[in-house]
């Protein structure tokens, strides 16, 4: 079965960084684009990033371009999220996700969540 395990969240101060990593099993990880998405207390998820199969195509939101690197290493079946400049506002909880098909996309739609890790931007 598809697992997805985050790490790497914690407590940083502004303008800090953190590198989150996901662990992702029960799949063909290289096949797919993967995707960090986060949830703020009381909203949705939202799509933060992602990264297509191969690692060398990658898409940001606007508010994390420049500050945020997403990256793959498929002999580990690991994600990562570099994350530096951290503001206030990603305060969140980070997951990890798959997209819904393999070897095309991205679709930006995702089937396979992690339980996430907290990220918590505070002085």
């Known amino acids: 079965q598809v697992q997805l395990v985050e790490s790497g969240g914690g407590w940083v101060q502004p303008g800090g960084s953190l590198r989150l990593s996901c662990a992702a099993s029960?799949?063909?990880?290289?096949?797919?684009?993967m995707y960090w998405v986060r949830r703020v207390p009381g909203q949705g998820l939202d799509w933060v990033a992602g990264?297509?199969?191969?690692?060398?195509?990658?898409s940001y939101i606007d508010s994390v371009k420049g500050r945020f690197t997403i990256s793959r290493e498929n002999a580990k079946n690991t994600l990562y999220l570099q994350m530096n400049s951290l503001k206030s506002e990603a305060t969140a909880v980070y997951h990890c996700?798959?997209?819904?098909?393999?070897?095309?996309?991205?679709?930006?739609?995702?089937?396979?969540w992690g339980e996430g890790t907290q990220v918590t931007v505070s002085s």
């Open positions: 996700a798959k997209d819904v098909v393999p070897g095309v996309g991205p679709t930006f739609e995702q089937d396979y």
């Open positions: 029960g799949f063909t990880f290289k096949d797919y684009w």
């Open positions: 990264i297509n199969g191969d690692g060398d195509s990658t």
